[in-house]
């Protein structure tokens, strides 16, 4: 399989939509329709000790640029390689006296790449930073005046040396910021670490169920086919996590991106019966799912508080309160259900009861099942969070049954070179070698197990985090 190249795509003029991608031939599930190296991108302000600014690995020891003791780097090639984009970066940390945040560090890193090299097309672009969607007409009053607070700190920041644009031009960067910002993750793919601007993405239109996935992969985002695509047809990506009703997801897309959601699932309210259902037999009255409703809800910000302040116990306690009082009311595939399965399953895991929250995880699962696209990457990395808590919980069948899922699945949207896939990989050919054992000898594999655990466990969770998976889009919060 090559890398996907921009004569994959071509723009047009996308019904409804303004301008779109379409595709030049067709392309098959996990075929690279293209890769894309940000414009410009930074590490998040919270990261940028941990985090290689060039590569955006993860890293216990780094290197600190030695002029302007801010930026970080994996080694001397990190380094050099990022000379070009941090040089006018370091002299004005040092002019200024201290550092911007994400936001003023993004924009001054496009204008100094426009500065050197003109505002027309770059090599391998299809459309110009200039052209980008900025939505400043759309800003509500909030906005506003944080454009301005970002505006004003960016003039102080920017040197007097350097080009000097005009107020809009300043304002389109940072309203581009806002709108086409796209998450860079680090190495696994686990945790969002920066974001940059990729123009080409920026040009994607969205979808609920689209027919591509992008993934951040070695210093490049790529678009990966996620079914057959044929030649002509539009290519699109979900700017949102699809486990939602269709009000809320179109209520969230007009907030955060300014516009109203059209696709198939949400005219037609495709699997909203889902999202919200309930028991059959019984079928509870209207009253009760009301009150349910706004009981799960209630939960979940008791549950926020908690996670917030570090108190696991009790978020397990509030869980399993919530779901005692859900179970007689709620279909398997309901929201609400199914948002405190997922919380509850990684609390648990993170606290090494690995046998009940094995269980809500495997819940977890069968109702993602029937609500998710199968080749959707949220879904794949769930089926794997929960294969490896079966395989701590000594489930060795369904452990290995969901780590090969979550295998296929990320051999699609993440591709057979991304690490996390890698480590995939390693795992389910460990726990195939378990399965084989365990059905030879049950005794004498628990007896190694044991002693295989005490020695080297497979890699335990990672400790929750209030914050959600990774969004594909930033938002400036």
Not at 134 to 143: A, L, P, R, S
Not at 155 to 166: A, E, G, M, N
Not at 408 to 422: C, D, E, M
């Amino acid at each position: 399989m090559t890398i996907g190249r921009m004569e994959n795509v071509e723009v047009f003029t996308s019904e409804g939509k303004g301008r779109g991608l379409k595709a030049t031939r067709e392309f098959w599930a996990a075929d690279v329709i293209f890769a894309e190296r940000a414009y410009s991108a930074v590490v998040f302000d919270s990261l940028v000790n941990f985090v290689c600014h060039t590569c955006f690995k993860r890293q216990e020891k780094l290197h600190r640029c030695g002029q302007c003791k801010f930026a970080h780097y994996c080694d001397r090639t990190c380094q050099k390689d990022a000379w070009l984009n941090h040089k006018n970066e370091c002299s004005a940390i040092k002019r200024y006296g201290k550092v911007p945040n994400e936001n003023i560090r993004l924009a001054a890193r496009i204008m100094w790449r426009v500065e050197r090299e003109g505002t027309g097309l770059t090599e391998g672009c299809l459309v110009s930073v200039d052209d980008l969607q900025n939505h400043v007409e759309h800003f509500g009053e909030e906005e506003q005046k944080e454009l301005r607070v970002d505006v004003d700190t960016f003039l102080q920041y920017w040197p007097p040396q350097s080009q000097q644009f005009s107020m809009q031009y300043i304002s389109h960067i940072f309203g581009v910021i806002n709108c086409n910002g796209f998450t860079l993750s680090d190495q696994r793919g686990l945790q969002a670490v920066g974001v940059g601007i990729f123009p080409n993405l920026g040009l994607v239109n969205h979808d609920c169920w689209p027919n591509c996935t992008v993934i951040f992969n070695n210093g490049k985002i790529e678009l990966r086919a996620l079914g057959k695509i044929s030649e002509g047809e539009e290519l699109t990506v979900s700017y949102i996590d699809f486990l939602n009703v269709s009000e809320e997801r179109k209520k969230q897309l007009k907030k955060q991106y300014y516009f109203d959601c059209t696709c198939e699932h949400c005219q037609k309210k495709l699997k909203d019966d889902l999202f919200l259902g309930v028991k059959a037999d019984p079928k509870p009255s209207q009253e009760v799912v009301k009150e349910m409703v706004q009981f799960s809800k209630d939960t979940l910000e008791k549950i926020d508080k908690a996670r917030s302040e570090g108190l696991y116990h009790e978020v397990v306690k509030l869980c399993r309160e919530c779901l005692q009082k859900q179970e007689p009311v709620f279909a398997d595939t309901n929201l609400y259900m199914l948002r405190i399965l997922s919380i509850v399953s990684e609390v648990l895991s993170y606290l090494q009861a690995f046998e009940e929250a094995s269980d809500y995880a495997r819940r977890m699962v069968d109702g993602y099942m029937k609500l998710y696209h199968p080749n959707n990457a949220q879904l794949g990395m769930a089926v794997m969070r929960a294969g490896l808590t079966n395989w701590h919980a000594g489930n060795i069948e369904v452990g290995h049954g969901m780590i090969c899922k979550a295998y296929a699945i990320l051999l699609v949207t993440h591709g057979p070179s991304h690490p996390i896939t890698k480590d995939l990989e390693a795992m389910r050919v460990q726990t195939e070698m378990e399965l084989r054992m365990f059905r030879q000898n049950e005794f004498m594999y628990h007896k190694m197990r044991e002693a295989a655990l005490n020695n080297q466990p497979m890699q335990v969770m990672a400790e929750p985090s209030s914050e959600p998976a990774p969004a594909l889009f930033h938002k400036k919060q």
